[in-house]
C-alpha cells in the first residue's frame, strides 16, 4: 500500500504550527507575483480609441452631432463601426478619418459631416491619434501597434502563455534535482529582473522576449510552490494549503486592477507590479529544503537539524530522530524516500510505464479523456473570464479586481465540498454552473451592465473551483505507479488551454458573445462527462492499474468487495504520546491498533 512513513514527522511536529504557517506564507506571498505577471498584459496591450493622423493643425472636429475643436475631445466617444470622425485643418483641408485610413474630400462646399463628392483615401502610413483618457500609454500607443501591425499586440499573450508551459516543464524537472529552495530563490530573482527589464525594452521584439523568459520564471515558480508546500504541511491541512495558492495567484490578478487603475503609463506600471513582491527577495535564501527532500537525497544530517529546528521553533517537546523514519521504512518496504540510494544497488528489471498506460483499457480512456478536458477547460474557462473581464462594460478596472475577488471564496467553498460532498459532486456541478453563466450572458440584454457582470463573476467564481480542485481529484483518480505521469499530463492540457485562451477571448470582434459560447458548450459538456467519472472521497490512493479500475465499480456482493478490495493490514513501529516505542498493527485502510507498548 502507499504510506509515507516520513508523513509522521508532522503527527509529532505538528501539521501547520508556527515553524510550518511561517514558511507557507512566506513561500505563497511570492506566488502573488505570479497571477501579477499572468495578468499583467491585460492592461499593458490596451488599445484605447484611435484615428488616422492627418498633416496641419487641426481647428474643428465632427461627430455626428457632436462637435469640438481637437480629436481628443470627440475620441472618446468615437465608435469606428458607426462612421468616422470628420476634421478640418488650418490649411482649410477636410479629411474624413476612420482607424485605418483616412480620406480627404475635394472641394467641399462647406463643413459638414455629410459628404457625396469624390475623396482620396490613403492609409495612414503610421500615424495615429490615440484616446488618452483611459490609458494615457500602452504598448499599443508607444510602437504604434494597431492596423497592420495589430497581431503584434494579440499576439503578446499567448507568447507569454507558451513561456509558461515551457518553464512549468523546465523548472519542474530541475527541482527535482536541485532542490525546491534553490529554484524558488532563483525563479524569484528572475521575476524581479525580467519584470523591471521590460520596462525598459526599447522595442516590442525586447519586450516580447523578456515577457517570455519572465513567464518561463514564474510558471516555475508557480509548479514548485505547490510541491513545497504540500511537503512543508501535514495530510490534515493538505487540501487547504494547496488550494490556497490559488488564492495568492487571485490576489496577484487584484493588484493588477488596482494598479491599472492609479497608473496609466505602462513602463511605470510594470515597475511598480514588479516591485510589489520585493521583500521577499530579503528573506526567501532562509526558506529551508524541504524534509521529504532531504531524506530523500540522503541528507539526513541537514534533515535532523532541520526537524531541530522546527521543534524548538514550534516549542514542543519531540527528540524525534531521523533514523527512526528510517526503521519504519524498511519496516513497510516503503522505501519513498529512499530512491536515490536504491538507486546505487542493483534492481529488479521494471516495465517502463508511458502515456499509453492511461488509456490501458475502455474505462481509463473515458477517465483519462475527462480528466485531461477538465484541466483544458479549467484553464481556458479561467482565462477568458480573466482576460475578457475588460470587455464587458462598465469600469474595466473594476470588472478585472471582481474576477479575482470571487476566486478567494470559491476555494473556500471549493475545500469544504470536497470533504463533505466528495469530489466529483463539487466538479460536475462547477462546470455545469459555469455553462448555465455563459450560456445566460448571451441572453441576458446588453445594455444590462451589472446583469452581465454579475454572470461573469459567477462563471468564474464556478469555473476557479474545477480549476482548483482538479490537482488533488487527478492525484487520487491514477495508482501510484502512474499518478505523476497522469498529473503531468493534465498540467500539459491545463497551459494548452491557457494558450488558446486569449486566440478565444479575440473572437469577441468577430461576435461579442462568441468566447462565452465556447466555453459554455465545452463546460456544459465536461460537466455532464464528469458525473461519470467514480468518486475517491474517502477511499485510499491506489498503488496498482488494477485497484484504479476498479475505482467506482459496485461489486455484485460483499464477497467480491472483499476480493476487490480485502483489507489491509501492515505492521510498523511509531512514536507513541509518551515517546515510548509502539508496535502498530494497521487494518483497512488506515484504522490503528497500538498491540504492545515498549518503554
Known amino acids: ?166 518553464g512549468a516543464l523546465v523548472f519542474g524537472d530541475i527541482a527535482d534535482r536541485v532542490g525546491r529552495v534553490r529554484i524558488l530563490m532563483f525563479t524569484s530573482l528572475c521575476q524581479f529582473g525580467f519584470g523591471v527589464a521590460v520596462a525598459f525594452s526599447g522595442n516590442y521584439y525586447f519586450f516580447a522576449t523578456l515577457r517570455f523568459f519572465l513567464a518561463m520564471v514564474s510558471s516555475g515558480y508557480l509548479v514548485v510552490v505547490f510541491v513545497y508546500v504540500t511537503e512543508f504541511t501535514g495530510i490534515k491541512v493538505r487540501t487547504w494549503t494547496s488550494m490556497h495558492v490559488h488564492a495568492a495567484f487571485a490576489v496577484g490578478v487584484m493588484v493588477v486592477a488596482l494598479t491599472g487603475y492609479l497608473v496609466r ?30 531524506i530523500a537525497k540522503g541528507r539526513y544530517k541537514d534533515a535532523q537539524a532541520l526537524m531541530d529546528t522546527i521543534v524548538h521553533f514550534n516549542g514542543i517537546d519531540c527528540k524525534l530522530k531521523v533514523e527512526e523514519l528510517l526503521q519504519s521504512e524498511e519496516r513497510e518496504n516503503g522505501r519513498d524516500l529512499l530512491e536515490q540510494e536504491a538507486e546505487k544497488r542493483p534492481l529488479k528489471s521494471e516495465k517502463k510505464l508511458s502515456i499509453l498506460d492511461l488509456f490501458g483499457s475502455w474505462r481509463m480512456v473515458g477517465r483519462t479523456c475527462t480528466v485531461w478536458a477538465i484541466w483544458f477547460i479549467g484553464s481556458l474557462g479561467y482565462y477568458v473570464f480573466s482576460l475578457g473581464s475588460v ?93 505523476s505521469l497522469a498529473v503531468g499530463s493534465g498540467s500539459m492540457m491545463c497551459r494548452v488551454g491557457s494558450v488558446v485562451a486569449p486566440f478565444c477571448v479575440y473572437l469577441a470582434e468577430v461576435w461579442v458573445y462568441l468566447p462565452q459560447l465556447i466555453v459554455g458548450i465545452l463546460a456544459f459538456i465536461i460537466g455532464v462527462l464528469t458525473l461519470l467519472l467514480p468518486e475517491t472521497l474517502g477511499r485510499p490512493l491506489t498503488t496498482t492499474l488494477e485497484e484504479a479500475e476498479a475505482l467506482g465499480h459496485k461489486p455484485s456482493s460483499n464477497k467480491d468487495e472483499l476480493k476487490m478490495n480485502p483489507p489491509e493490514t501492515s505492521c510498523y513501529y511509531s512514536l507513541c504520546s509518551n515517546f515510548s516505542l509502539c508496535l502498530v498493527i494497521s487494518v483497512d485502510h488506515g484504522h490503528d491498533y497500538t498491540l504492545l507498548y515498549i518503554t
Open 1 to 166: 500500500r502507499e504510506k509515507m512513513t516520513a508523513e509522521r514527522i508532522f503527527d509529532q511536529l505538528g501539521h501547520f504550527k508556527r515553524f510550518q504557517a511561517c514558511v507557507y506564507f512566506a513561500a505563497v506571498f511570492q506566488a502573488i507575483a505570479c497571477g501579477i505577471h499572468y495578468l499583467a498584459s491585460v492592461f499593458l496591450v490596451n488599445t484605447p480609441n484611435f484615428v488616422c493622423s492627418v498633416p496641419g493643425n487641426i481647428t474643428d472636429v465632427l461627430y455626428h452631432n457632436l462637435t469640438g475643436h481637437s480629436v481628443e475631445d470627440i475620441l472618446p466617444m468615437f465608435r469606428p463601426d458607426e462612421g468616422s470622425l470628420v476634421v478640418k485643418t488650418s490649411e482649410g483641408e477636410q479629411w474624413e478619418l476612420s482607424r485605418c485610413r483616412c480620406a480627404l474630400r475635394i472641394d467641399p462646399k462647406g463643413f459638414s459631416y455629410d459628404f457625396d463628392g469624390n475623396k482620396t483615401v490613403k492609409a495612414c502610413d503610421g500615424k495615429f491619434l490615440y484616446d488618452h483618457s483611459e490609458v494615457y500609454q500602452s504598448i499599443v500607443t508607444e510602437w504604434d501597434l494597431v492596423c497592420e501591425n495589430e497581431w503584434l499586440a494579440k499576439l503578446c499573450q499567448p507568447s507569454f502563455m507558451l513561456g509558461v508551459l515551457i
Open 265 to 294: 503609463i505602462w513602463w511605470i506600471y510594470q515597475i511598480i507590479l514588479s516591485l510589489c513582491t520585493t521583500p521577499f527577495l530579503l528573506f526567501c535564501w532562509k526558506l529551508p529544503e524541504t524534509p521529504f527532500y532531504l
Open 391 to 483: 470587455n464587458l462594460g462598465g469600469n474595466q478596472y473594476m470588472n478585472l479586481f471582481l474576477a479575482g475577488l470571487v476566486e478567494i471564496p470559491s476555494y473556500l467553498v471549493a475545500c469544504f465540498a470536497m470533504d463533505r460532498i466528495g469530489r466529483k459532486k463539487t466538479c460536475a456541478p462547477a462546470l455545469l454552473l459555469a455553462g448555465t453563466a455563459c450560456m445566460l450572458i448571451i441572453v441576458v440584454p446588453a445594455d444590462i451592465k451589472i446583469l452581465v457582470i454579475t454572470l461573469s463573476m459567477i462563471g468564474k467564481f464556478a469555473i476557479a473551483i474545477a480549476f482548483g480542485l482538479i490537482y488533488l481529484y487527478t492525484c487520487e483518480l491514477y495508482p501510484t505507479i502512474i499518478r
